[in-house]
């Protein structure tokens, strides 16, 4: 059967938002901090003072405006910004999960029906709600009042009829946004936007989608279900659905990601311990870049190893204090190694981070309201 005959269901029938909170780490350095709002705020170690290594966990919009982004080497805001403007400060995740408990538990007084996705943003099921509410602009006001009152902190809402259209609308307007997706806007409002901004399409995808010249929503939207079935298999079939405003997905209660790990096969085998000790650092920066990206911590490094005779050993470290760099993954795992009883003809090398935390789990005072 041909893809063309699969029917595409809308299901308009639900008010979704998305809530995305504006800069969220630098914002909140930056109300603990007032010193730094005039400042190209980078969170990251500095990576003057730490042999040129580092990755950018955040930045602030006078940072950003110098091209500096997340999951940057930190080195590279040295480069971009001035020195008389650059501020580095380390992250303080115990400080930022506290503030983010306070800002779920706003969402909890407004519906049971949210999903968290990181610290600084959720999806939010409005269709009924505690306030007994039924207009979606009300409510998206009332958070953001509610939430810049109570914590000094700016958040950028999009609402629509699936958590797809709200997740693109709250990014539309930042900072402070707030944008409304109607069903029957929902085609023209994706045809305007460039792919590389749409939730979903990575750079391995956008790159192909270039090749055949596609480089809108609009474009996307003139490809059939057969092409992109082919061309990406069932995740192009999502995005031709995506792109066509379709996204039935139900808002649920998120799980946490239990470990972040990252592994690499060999056709030629490792067989010294430097060749080992480069594949651990690679590993462990990508490691790191994921629990960045995705606002997670772990205090447990893994490192597995796995000869040309399928021996498979694996040995593992927890720490008192969480992991903050990659090069403190990249030590831990080293030392994991050493202390491995193994042939070194490797074919596998894996490191991975668990014990990953939950939010909540930490209490310290903090100032939550202004004075």
């Known amino acids: 059967m041909s893809l063309i005959e699969i029917p595409l269901v809308v299901d308009d029938s639900r008010k979704i938002l998305h809530v995305d909170m504006d800069a969220f780490y630098a914002s909140v350095e930056e109300r603990e901090h007032p010193e730094y709002r005039k400042k190209a705020l980078v969170i990251a170690h500095d990576p003057r003072k730490n042999n040129n290594h580092g990755v950018i966990t955040t930045a602030n919009y006078n940072a950003r405006k110098y091209g500096v982004h997340s999951a940057m080497p930190a080195q590279k805001a040295v480069e971009l910004i001035p020195k008389s403007e650059l501020v580095f400060t380390n992250p303080n995740f115990t400080l930022y999960r506290k503030v983010s408990n306070y800002i779920h538990d706003i969402f909890k007084s407004v519906t049971d029906k949210y999903q968290t996705v990181a610290l600084d943003e959720a999806y939010l099921d409005i269709t009924n709600n505690k306030l007994n509410e039924s207009s979606a602009l009300k409510v998206m006001q009332y958070l953001q009042a509610r939430i810049y009152k109570e914590t000094d902190l700016t958040c950028s809402i999009g609402v629509s009829y699936n958590k797809f259209l709200a997740k693109m609308a709250s990014d539309y307007a930042k900072p402070f946004g707030r944008t409304i997706v109607l069903p029957e806007y929902s085609t023209e409002f994706l045809a305007k936007i460039p792919i590389e901004k749409f939730n979903g399409i990575g750079k391995t995808m956008q790159a192909k989608l270039h090749e055949m010249n596609i480089f809108t929503g609009e474009d996307l939207q003139n490809l059939d279900q057969d092409i992109m079935l082919n061309e990406f298999g069932k995740w192009g079939f999502l995005m031709f659905q ?17 470990s972040v790990g990252k592994e690499q096969t060999f056709n030629k085998p490792l067989i010294t ?99």
């Open 242 to 258: 995506r792109c066509r405003g379709i996204d039935n997905s139900p808002v649920e209660a998120n799980r946490l990601r239990k």
């Open 273 to 371: 311990k430097e060749e080992v000790y480069r594949q651990l650092n690679t590993l462990s920066n990508q490691v790191y870049k994921v629990l960045i990206n995705k606002h997670l911590q772990g205090k447990t490094v893994v490192v597995k190893a796995r000869t040309t005779s399928f021996e498979t050993v694996s040995k593992r470290k927890t720490l008192n204090d969480y992991l903050h760099s990659e090069i403190e993954i990249y030590n831990t795992a080293q030392e994991l190694f050493d202390e491995i009883d193994i042939d070194l003809e490797l074919r596998l090398v894996g490191v991975t981070v668990t014990t990953i935390d939950e939010f909540g789990f930490e209490e310290l005072p903090l100032k939550l309201f202004k004075d």
